[in-house]
């Protein structure tokens, strides 16, 4: 059963934000109404970063951010700042609620290649919006050059200019902003990266866009949310006293030989970490004592060789989850596992060397996962990923993370995380979640490994694939934050409990 999300978290693109925009003004508030509270919303940022009598330099584009720009720009100035505006544009060709929004600025405006970002303390960008589907040039991109070598603080309006709302991308100069200010939802394009890196803090601003104008029956029914814990937290399981280690699941993890023993144990106790109940390694005759002899937190158990062995024992251990691809292992004994693994009944995550050896063909791989009927789980970074699905089409690098990812979702019929600082997972039903937590020192060998332990626990104790997976690279994300730079991965299955009691008590 799928839950409804709450519309709280939706990230809307720019089509549904302009639908948005549409319903609110179909509601009765008129559009004018908008672009004033917007344009109020960016000179209270400004406000709070400036004072009275401070040079603020506003530049405006030709639509409704410079609208907004002109809003702000008088009320900045009415209230005690001095301000320059600059204008994309001749001033009479600005129509509809733009016009009439600089229509209320007194002053003159001049022209883009006049204005000097050096002579002021504090820049608004309100020359573009998230629509913009191209590379700024020319005087524009000149003047976006010259703004970030003033190392001025701007404030942006939407998204930084140069940055596309729905993905993030940016494909020539664009705004670097301390602050961007954005209206009723998110876009896309804050959470992607390099956009993210580009906002500087992200204010959501309310105009008088509700939620009930936007969303429920017969209206939008978003598909993208910002992964937080109430896109998923009542989906974890909450153990009743009288449970025991069955009930709360075992994970299996598929291991190799004696070269990778520590990345299958890191899956195995980080499962265990996230509460399932039992993690048992199964790994080759020749790496048991080097896992036994590494302590007692999993128990071990000895694999036959062949696929046939390797499905009867899947049965024989009452397994609830399966990770597989962690030091597993590239030969012929690896990719009979693997496929046993496609053959069974059990949740699946499948990872790494797993990853490698279904490469080439996203088709085949496509038939294979279409025949499973429990969930599965593919965790490719960005260099699996191309090794699996190619770059051609939907999974080419020219499309946005997100795309890419629900592009994979669809075409295997798997819950797909793609990692990254700005790891997406995306569903076979066209969910798809952009996580925002996380450390550059999760950037460390063996931390993908940790990941994959966690979904597989997750998945063990029941909960679904895609609040699986979204809980569990929040989760990690929040391990890692709590560490920070000195984390090493064997140190991220410690600090699960403290992450997990930030949204299961």
């Known amino acids: 059963m799928i839950l409804a999300a709450p519309d709280s978290l939706a990230l809307l693109d720019v089509a ?11 509601s009765g508030i008129a559009g004018f109404a908008l672009m004033e509270r917007a344009g109020r919303a960016v000179a209270d940022a400004v406000s709070r970063r400036g004072r009275p009598g401070e040079r603020v330099l506003v530049l405006c584009g030709p639509g409704k951010n410079g609208g907004d720009g002109f809003v702000a720009a008088r009320l900045l100035e009415a209230r005690g700042f001095a301000v320059t505006l600059a204008l994309a544009g001749e001033r009479e060709q600005l129509t509809g609620d733009a016009g009439e929004a600089a229509s209320g600025w007194q002053e003159p405006a001049l022209a883009i290649a006049q204005a000097r970002p050096e002579d002021h303390d504090i820049i608004v960008d309100a020359l573009f919006g998230a629509g913009l589907n191209r590379s700024l040039e020319g005087s524009i991109a000149a003047l976006v050059e010259r703004v970030n070598a003033s190392g001025r603080p701007v404030v942006a309006v939407d998204v930084p200019s140069g940055v596309s709302g729905d993905s993030g991308m940016v494909g020539g100069p664009a705004i670097r902003a301390a602050e961007t200010v954005t209206f009723f939802r998110l876009k896309p394009g804050h959470l992607l990266y390099p956009g993210k890196a580009l906002c500087g803090v992200v204010t959501l601003a309310d105009i008088g866009i509700t939620a009930e104008m936007v969303f429920g029956p017969g209206k939008s029914e978003p598909k993208t949310f910002s992964n937080e814990p109430l896109l998923w937290q009542g989906r974890i399981s909450r153990h009743e006293a009288g449970t025991h280690k069955f009930r709360r699941g075992a994970v299996a993890v598929a291991a190799g030989g ?13 499962a265990l970490r996230i509460g399932a109940g039992l993690a048992t390694i199964i790994c080759r005759p020749e790496a048991l004592a080097a896992h036994a002899g590494r302590g007692p937190d999993a128990l071990m158990q000895v694999a036959a060789t062949d696929s046939a062995a390797f499905e009867l024992l899947l049965a024989k251990r009452k ?50 996962l279409g025949r499973r009927s429990a969930p599965t789980v593919l965790t490719p970074h960005e260099g699996e990923f191309e090794r699996v699905f190619g770059r051609q089409g939907a999974f080419s690098p020219e499309c946005s993370r997100l795309v890419r990812a629900r592009a994979a979702a669809a075409a295997t019929g798997a819950v797909v995380v793609l990692k990254g600082p700005d790891s997406v997972i995306a569903a076979p039903d066209g969910r798809a979640a952009i996580n925002a937590t996380g450390s550059p020192a999760l950037a460390t060998a063996g931390s993908g490994d940790v990941l994959g332990g966690v979904i597989a626990g997750l998945l063990a104790q029941g909960m679904p694939g895609f609040e699986a997976a979204c809980a569990a690279v929040w989760l990690h994300g929040k391990a890692g934050e709590a560490l920070g730079f000195g984390l090493i991965a064997d140190d991220l299955p410690e600090a699960l409990p403290g992450a997990l009691r930030l949204v299961a008590g």
């Open 16 to 26: 549904e934000m302009t639908a948005a925009d549409e319903a609110a003004i179909a």
């Open 258 to 270: 004696l070269a990778g023993v520590g990345a299958p144990r890191l899956g195995a106790r980080a």
């Open 319 to 368: 397994v609830a989850a399966l990770l597989a691809g962690p030091a597993l292992g590239l030969d012929a004994i690896a990719e009979s596992i693997v496929m046993a693994a496609l053959r069974s009944a059990v949740p699946l995550v499948l990872d790494a060397d797993a990853l490698t050896l279904l490469a080439g063909s996203p088709a085949l791989l496509a038939e294979r």
